[in-house]
């Protein structure tokens, strides 16, 4: 049996190609004493792995070149010499973008058999949990509030904003085009959505924000969060998620002009979270998302790609703006 | 009786100078029903009124030329048509740099006969208050954490460093010679100083800092932001006093580069206040800081000049970083 893999071939030099990865078939690998071989089913193409490649610290790690690409992904058991796992159960794991991995049982965790295991790359995985304690503990929104959120149309940015309005709270998405825009507004209930590509972005993000902005969910950094401080409102709160405008370049932006003067002006408060730290209430958090998704109240958008060659691509295609939802790369079985 | 008053002459274009300012005398004011005249007896040189002076919106207002400029300061009561005021009492208010002033008395507060009237334009009054909330109830700071400090010889910045000391923990201030770092040391018991115009900065602030940042009192903004953001520890805290580095210019820098980036790796919180937030809080603070100066655990820094007609002069020489502790005017009688 061969295990197709995607190596990065080169880390990026600028933007991000597809010929910086390369695909192979290697020999299957064998599980040691306390492994479990997992079959892939599905990965996430998500845009923080975009930052590991930049080859310097993150929190997403550095991958180097001759490596597996990194991935959370989703997979049957095939092969265990581990208890608590058995050939068949279905598991998340940080799989990378291959078809089958070995792993030590602290990298797996179980999928409950009643439910999609494609939910554990959306609403009940990373990015579910990202978008639940970013916006409910970091931010902090109250009933009434207005929450604005950019790359609104992303993987995280499109749940923040479900359980944003499930807060009551009004929601003002800004992603990259008119067409995202009117899903979020139509599918999900967002009351604004706001083209940043658009030359008047600044002017139309004042006209969706008629009473300012309480809590500005972060996922781009740049020049959106620089537009964000100027329409937050007096002890606004701002909750740093990610920074996918800086992510694929050699060259990052510097910060916001406003930045600590409107934060001293303005009260504001800005806090960096990673989702790991929140690992203690994850239980929790997916019982009430399980339960939004049950009733109707949440909906997870997924794009889904078949087939691991198309992965570079996908990728590529999702750092310019290309996906609407949870961008997930299926694997033939 | 003549009001000698420094005014406004003209906003400065770029960095402020003393010509900024012109000197005139009028006609003493007469306090009508209701109001108190009070003769000034010093008034504090403070930096943030120089984000006033830039045209835009601040905290501070925008003063305009032709007007006094805007200063706190304590005075006597020479004239009162109000109840709870009486002729020689002596009072904080807001009293710009003038010999008289007429005030309703919402704008005053008595000074308790048995303080340093000084005082209140120093560690009892809004410098020392902004030290205090800025740095317990902003940063937060536990035993054992390092506290850094940016224009820590400044009105504010040697209060903090004294107030963290109080609180056992490791205190490195950053200020802009080592003269005045020696005496912070010497005299205040900071554990390091460093000083931000050596080419060395960065490397000097990493040695100085061996167990990395907890809390980081910004008063300064800019490239010392910066560079704190690279020295703070996972869950660190930025207490985002003022914007020093900003104020006296027409052309403030970008933000620094690591935001948000850096914030989310490290899981940073960055806090802007104002000290007015906290005011029914006052008198608990007041009471504390008294306690500290009588018992000789904290030394409030007072860097007096005499005269008005120096003020402008001591202002230019404030932000070009001339001052040790506070910088207080004082005014014949």
Redesign the interface.
């Known amino acids: 049996m061969q295990n197709q893999q995607v190596l990065i071939d080169s880390l990026p030099d600028g933007k991000l190609s597809a010929s910086n990865y390369r695909i192979v078939d290697t020999p299957a690998p064998e599980p040691g004493d306390g492994q479990v071989l997992v079959q892939t089913m599905a990965v996430a193409i998500t845009a923080g792995t975009r930052a590991g490649l930049q080859g310097s610290?993150?929190?997403a790690g550095a991958p180097q070149a001759g490596r597996v690409m990194n991935a959370s992904g989703v997979g049957e058991v095939l092969a265990s010499n581990a208890s608590g796992f058995k050939v068949g159960d279905r598991v998340t794991a940080p799989t990378g973008w291959q078809q089958l991995s070995v792993h030590n049982v602290e990298q797996l965790e179980l999928i409950d058999p009643g439910h999609d295991p494609l939910h554990y790359l959306g609403p009940l995985g990373i990015n579910g949990l990202t978008a639940y304690f970013g916006l409910l503990e970091v931010g902090q929104p109250k009933a009434d509030e207005t929450v604005m959120i950019s790359a609104a149309a992303g993987s995280v940015g499109h749940m923040v904003g479900q359980i944003a309005k499930l807060q009551k709270t009004k929601v003002v998405g800004v992603c990259s085009s008119l067409a995202k825009g009117e899903v979020l507004m139509s599918n999900l209930g967002f009351d604004a959505v706001v083209n940043y590509r658009d030359a008047n972005f600044r002017a139309d993000l004042k006209q969706a924000t008629p009473e300012g902005v309480d809590v500005y969910f972060?996922n781009t950094?740049g020049m959106i969060?620089g537009s964000a401080l100027f329409r937050l409102n007096v002890g606004g709160r701002?909750a740093?998620?990610?920074?996918v405008s800086?992510y694929d370049t050699a060259q990052?932006?510097?910060?916001?002009?406003?930045?600590?003067?409107?934060?001293?002006?303005?009260?504001?408060?800005?806090?960096?979270?990673?989702v790991f730290?929140f690992a203690e209430h994850y239980a929790r958090a997916r019982k009430q998302i399980h339960g939004w998704l049950n009733s109707g109240e949440m909906t997870s958008l997924t794009d889904q790609i078949a087939g691991l060659e198309q992965a570079p691509e996908a990728f590529v295609d999702l750092l310019a703006g290309g996906n609407v939802g949870t961008r997930v790369i299926t694997l033939d079985r």
Do not use: H, W
């Not at 740093?240 to 920074?243: E, H, K, M, S």
């Open positions: 610290a993150s929190y972060d950094g969060l701002i740093c998620c990610g920074v800086q990052p932006e510097p910060g916001p002009r406003g930045i600590p003067g409107l934060l001293v002006n303005k009260r504001i408060t800005m806090r960096g979270f990673l730290d």
